[in-house]
């Protein structure tokens, strides 16, 4: 993978984890790239974007190994209630019953380890991102409003 972004000429103005599914499956991947990418390339900025269920995903708390991975970790959380985060993800079954509360405990640890983290929300007429940007300020997170990509 580095290889790679060196191939392309670098990492650019930052290096992201994200993409078409959860980043975290492959945590111990992610987090090698993460600090092998900051010897390498120094004050490129390195952000995780996920819907925050790492922690289930892995069995343990992700947060500790973030340290020194990751300088910010964004958390699509899109909703402010278990019954908004259900139908606004559409979750597996396996993470249908306590995904929204799994997500919550992952902001809370990467802010208990100060990682900078933020919560963002999709702008969409139906979605009450008010509610998501208070109960992001709740969590001691910061909040982004994200617009609709069409």
């Not at 390339?41 to 289930?56: A, D, M």
Request: glycine share 8%.
């Amino acid at each position: 993978v580095l290889s790679a972004i060196e191939d392309e000429g670098g990492p650019g103005k930052a290096l992201v984890f994200s993409g078409y599914g959860e980043p975290t499956y492959r945590a111990k991947v992610l987090v090698e790239i993460g600090r092998e990418a900051a010897q390498r390339w120094p004050g490129v900025p390195r952000r995780l974007e996920t819907i925050g269920l790492g922690n289930r995903l892995n069995g343990r708390d992700l947060a500790p190994a973030l340290l020194g991975a990751v300088d910010e970790v964004w958390v699509s959380l899109d909703a402010a209630d278990p019954a908004s985060w259900i139908e606004f993800h559409d979750p597996w079954d396996a993470f249908r019953c306590r995904g929204f509360e799994d997500s919550l405990s992952f902001i809370r640890a990467c802010v208990a380890r100060k990682i900078p983290t933020t919560v963002t929300a999709v702008d969409l007429p139906k979605n009450d991102w008010t509610r998501v940007a208070r109960l992001a300020q709740a969590l001691g997170a910061d909040f982004k409003l994200r617009p609709l990509m069409a």
